[in-house]
């Protein structure tokens, strides 16, 4: 199947984030088109947070398949590299 790149724009990204945090879709998600960017902005609210992802023309364009990732990753523990004393 080929698709048109009016049909790939409006595929992309129809999947809804899962919350890294609980494990589940995020409660609610936005986007938006920026027209001054040429980009589409991305949000998404969970746990009372939100946070905001930002995805180019060009990478729309250029991406064979654009998957939603995991929202909040950088909200958990990290693992300490330097060793503690």
């Known amino acids: 199947m080929k698709f048109t790149e009016q049909n790939k724009f409006a595929l992309a990204l129809h999947d809804v984030p899962m919350c890294a945090i609980c494990n589940k ?5 936005e986007s ?6 040429y980009q589409k902005r991305f949000r998404v609210y969970c746990h009372g947070q939100m946070e905001e992802a930002f995805l180019s023309d060009m990478d729309i364009w250029n991406a064979d398949s654009i998957r939603m990732g995991q929202a909040f990753i950088d909200k958990l523990p990290q693992p300490q590299l330097e060793k503690e004393a």
């Open 25 to 29: 879709p995020v409660e609610r998600m």
């Open 32 to 37: 938006m088109y920026d027209i001054n960017q």
